[in-house]
């Protein structure tokens, strides 16, 4: 009996053990929220500026970015749209960015579950789209990067940036 009720323990532990890693990554290390809007749900991770200079600085001109924190962010749009100015079918994508002083590129990825943008390379071959916005300068500081899913397109923010990409259903 004794061994039945150590061995029931030792099950136990190891299942809670797992479903604990399972649902909050060690790796992680920003809050993360999903927003929802008109036909669209983004997940990211929300990383704060911390004194920093973001981009330009912490997230380099020109290099593609997460669009976030940990990993990379997920877009589902439960409908055909127009994002940007580029047709996109109703599915999940990854999304990245190319930041740059007065516009981005915002990237479309069909391969899912990436880690940042480290092995964006080895998948660029499935990017869906890619769309340039403008970039809005503001007079105020956005201290957590924020995602907004409004009902006609995507607004991110973060530091004194602000990009908006139109969504057309």
Known sequence: ???????????LLAATNLFAQHAAPKDRKSPHETV???HI????????????????GLEPYGKVWRAGADEATEITFDKDCVFGNK????????????PDKNEWTIILNGKLGQWGAFEYDKYKKQ???HTRVPV??????????TIYAKDDGLQMEWDKTRVF???KY
């Open 127 to 129: 990017d869906v789209l």
């Open 87 to 98: 047709r996109v079918k109703a599915g999940t994508y990854t999304l990245f960015a190319i």
């Open 41 to 56: 749900k983004v997940t990211y991770g929300r990383p704060y500026k911390k004194g920093r200079d973001i981009f330009g």
């Open 165 to 167: 990409v139109p969504i």
């Open 36 to 38: 929802t809007g008109k």
């Open 136 to 145: 809005t300068n503001l007079s105020n500081v956005t201290e957590q990067f």
């Open 1 to 11: 009996m004794k061994k039945l009720l150590t061995l029931s323990f030792l099950v």
